[in-house]
Every structure is written in structure tokens, then in C-alpha cells.
């Protein structure tokens, strides 16, 4: 159940009450004094006039033709910057990817060269051999300088 008040319509739409006051507004001749709204109403006026101007009279060009090729040379311009950046991002993704691999390899490198290092340091005992973690890695006496380690 719902409750009315009075003077209230049920089947009415919610904006309703903005319908009837702009209603009762044009039926009275009522209009605002206010500057604001009177500045706003001569700036859409005055849109609407330029809107009204022949089409022959353009801002800043002559003709629809000289607007057309000034358009088109601006389009290509665009265009054109667009493909010098691409080439320059890509260039700068293969620079990238460049780095990133030389600094893999230096590190692998370096990690062999640290791990030869200290498996001719350490003296090797007949019945030991290489120590379990170097085994559980793949590193044997007779592989370590295998192409399976190395990314170069």
C-alpha cells in the first residue's frame, strides 16, 4: 500500500513536476533577468547565427578545397611521425632484447667460470668425485665446458 498526498497523481512519471512548471512557464511568458542567463542565451544565439553563414566563408581558408588539402597534409604529417615511432620502439625492443641476452650470457659465464674454478681448486679424491649437489645439477668432470651449459 502506498501513500498519497494530496494533490498527487499516482500514474504520473517522476519528472512530471519539471514538465508542468516548464509548462506553466511558457503559458504565463515568464523569462529570467538573471546576467548569467542572458549571456548564455546571446552566446547560443550567436552560435546558431555563425552556424547560419554561407558556406563559401570559412574560418581561416578560403574555400573547402584549401581546408581539404590543409587536412590531408596534416593526416600525412601524422602519419608519418606515427611510422618513425613505431621504427624507433622497435628498434629500441631489439636493443633491449639485445642486452638481455648478453647479460644472460656473462652471468652463465661467469657462473662456469666460477664453478671450474673451484672444481680445480678442490682436490679431487679417487673414491668421491664431484659432490652430490653438482651431480644433482648435471656437472661432471667430463661436461663442463659442454655447449649445455652455455647460451652462446
Request: some cysteine; overall charge positive; hydrophobic content about 40%.
Amino acid at each position: 500500500m502506498r501513500l498519497t498526498f494530496v494533490g498527487e497523481d499516482e500514474d504520473l512519471p517522476a519528472d512530471d513536476h519539471l514538465m508542468s512548471l516548464k509548462a506553466l512557464t511558457e503559458k504565463l511568458r515568464l523569462e529570467t533577468r538573471r546576467p548569467s542567463y542572458l549571456e548564455w542565451k546571446g552566446a547560443v544565439n550567436s552560435d546558431v547565427i555563425q552556424c547560419k553563414l554561407p558556406s563559401g566563408v570559412m574560418k581561416g581558408f578560403g574555400n573547402i578545397d584549401e581546408a581539404l588539402s590543409w587536412l590531408r597534409r596534416e593526416l600525412t604529417d601524422m602519419r608519418l611521425q606515427d611510422q618513425q615511432l613505431a621504427r624507433q620502439l622497435m628498434r629500441l625492443r631489439s636493443d633491449i632484447n639485445k642486452l638481455k641476452i648478453e647479460q644472460t650470457c656473462h652471468l652463465h659465464r661467469r657462473m662456469l667460470n666460477d664453478l671450474s674454478d673451484l672444481l680445480f681448486e678442490c682436490p679431487v679424491t679417487p673414491g668421491l668425485g664431484l659432490s652430490a649437489p653438482l651431480r644433482l645439477i648435471g656437472v661432471t668432470k667430463m661436461n663442463i665446458n659442454s655447449r649445455r651449459f652455455s647460451l652462446c
